[in-house]
């Protein structure tokens, strides 16, 4: 029968354990109801990969938790989980919205091997967009971009024309079919 003397002892073992990473404090020292709480993606990034940084599943998980001020979105897990090795993500026809797309796009960064993305027909506007393909300006294996019946306005579209003008870019394929691409949008 342990005494109270070996209680303290494995207790303050316990202690040492947790203060030896003096970055991130361990999850039983927080207190979420203290209104200098910030858990944010910075803060998830720090305490979710043991061995380096978040992966993007649990940026695209938290994200979705983290969603319209904490109500959170329902998680679709497709866009970044893949059930078999592959170069393609498709979302087509998910009714992604923004808000979605924001997540998707953060997540999106660190996706290893995407080759083709296709978030067509997904009730996108110029923020989701322009969130996806400020994504992929560093993502140089990305051959094709399908961004078909979405809205494609002002900032999207400029960032869009930046990328693809871009010596960089390794895009083969973008398809806006049925895009909802204004004549001054193209002029830009």
């Known amino acids: 029968m342990d005494g109270p003397e070996e ?13 030896s990473n003096p970055i991130v404090p361990p999850l039983s020292l927080l207190d979420e109801e203290d209104e200098n709480f910030n858990f944010d ?5 720090n305490i ?4 380096g940084k978040a992966t993007p599943r ?8 983290q969603a319209r001020d904490g109500l959170g979105l329902p998680p679709r897990m497709t866009p970044i989980i893949r059930k ?3 170069i393609k993500i498709n979302l087509s026809h998910q009714g992604m919205g923004d808000e979605l797309a924001e997540v998707f796009a953060n997540a999106l960064v660190d996706l290893p091997e995407v080759q ?6 997904n009730r996108l506007s110029d923020e989701g967009v322009l969130r996806i393909v400020e ?6 294996d990305l051959l094709s971009l399908n961004l078909g019946y979405n809205k494609i306005d002002g900032e999207a579209a400029e960032q869009l024309a930046h990328y693809i003008a871009a010596e960089s870019c390794p895009l083969k394929e973008l398809a806006l079919s049925h895009g909802d ?3 001054g949008e193209c002029v830009r």
């Open 135 to 140: 994504a992929l300006m560093d993502k140089k």
């Open 7 to 19: 209680e303290e002892e494995e207790e303050e073992e316990e202690e040492k354990k947790t203060d």
């Open 41 to 45: 993606i910075d803060y998830l990034k």
């Open 116 to 121: 083709r993305i296709d978030v067509s027909d």
């Open 84 to 86: 078999s090795r592959t």
């Open 48 to 51: 979710a990969g043991k061995h």
């Open 181 to 183: 691409i204004d004549d």
């Open 58 to 65: 649990t940026v695209f998980l938290y994200g979705c938790i």
